[in-house]
């Protein structure tokens, strides 16, 4: 069975940085992409970025708002993807999902919540 | 303000056909496939529909997608009070960034 479990999420002041982590497994994940979408509180779906898989070079992209400050990595020995978040911002409160596939594919974990307030 | 656009809200009673409607430009929909979520209350996104008008494993053939031009929409046949969610169309733009539409959301009267 395909789990995604999110982990990481919480509190955290403004400026400040986080680091979210997904772990896989159920499938060989480093033969997939894995993603992260985020949804503020009461808000819409907002793609956050991608990591493709090493077979296509391992390469990152990102969404406008949080090139710069966001880094996707992944380690494939431990099935999991990581979201460093850096100089967060009040705007970044959200819930943050992991999923399989660059875009939002057919396995989400279940999200962690990230709160970024003085 | 989402890339994608969608009407905020739709309603239909149980048994009715309703469609949902999600418009883009030749960058995003124009010239990639299309993606549909379910979101139910309190529970993360599923994936309804993918390329268009492809269904995973387990969704019932009453969801159905479509695409033409810098538009696709999503229809549901049989409504059944079940189906009352959000519901969130996505694509691939050509600039390498991922994009949803904001969501509607679709009560079941």
């Known amino acids: 069975e395909v789990q995604l479990v999110e982990s990481g999420g919480g509190l955290v002041q403004p400026g400040r940085s986080l680091r979210l982590s997904c772990t896989a497994s159920?499938?060989?994940?480093?033969?997939?992409?894995m993603s992260w979408v985020r949804q503020a509180p009461g808000k819409g779906l907002e793609w956050v970025g991608f990591?493709?898989?090493?077979?296509?070079?391992?390469?990152?992209e990102y969404a406008a708002s949080v090139k710069g400050r966001f880094t996707i990595s992944r380690d494939d020995s431990k099935s999991i993807a990581y979201l460093q978040m850096n100089s967060l911002k009040t705007e970044d409160t959200a819930v943050y999902y992991c999923?399989?596939?660059?875009?939002?594919?057919?396995?989400w974990g279940q999200g962690t919540l990230v709160t970024v307030s003085s | 303000q989402s890339v994608l656009t969608q009407p905020p809200s739709a309603s239909g009673t149980p048994g009715q056909r309703v469609t949902i409607s999600c418009s883009g430009s030749?960058?995003?929909?124009?010239?990639?496939?299309v993606n549909w979520y379910q979101q139910l209350p309190g529970t993360a996104p599923k994936l309804l529909i993918y390329?268009?008008?492809q269904r995973p494993s387990g969704v019932p053939d009453r969801f159905s997608g479509s695409k033409s031009g810098t538009s696709a929409s999503l229809a549901i046949s049989g409504l059944q009070s079940e189906d009352e969610a959000d519901y969130y169309c996505?694509?691939?733009?050509?600039?390498?960034?991922?994009?949803f539409g904001g969501g509607t959301k679709l009560t079941v009267l």
């Open positions: 990591i493709r898989s090493k077979a296509y070079g391992g390469t990152t």
């Open positions: 996505a694509a691939w733009d050509d600039s390498l960034k991922g994009v």
């Open positions: 030749s960058s995003n929909i124009g010239s990639n496939t």
């Open positions: 999923t399989r596939d660059p875009l939002g594919g057919d396995y």
């Open positions: 159920g499938f060989t994940f480093g033969d997939y992409a």
């Open positions: 390329s268009n008008n």
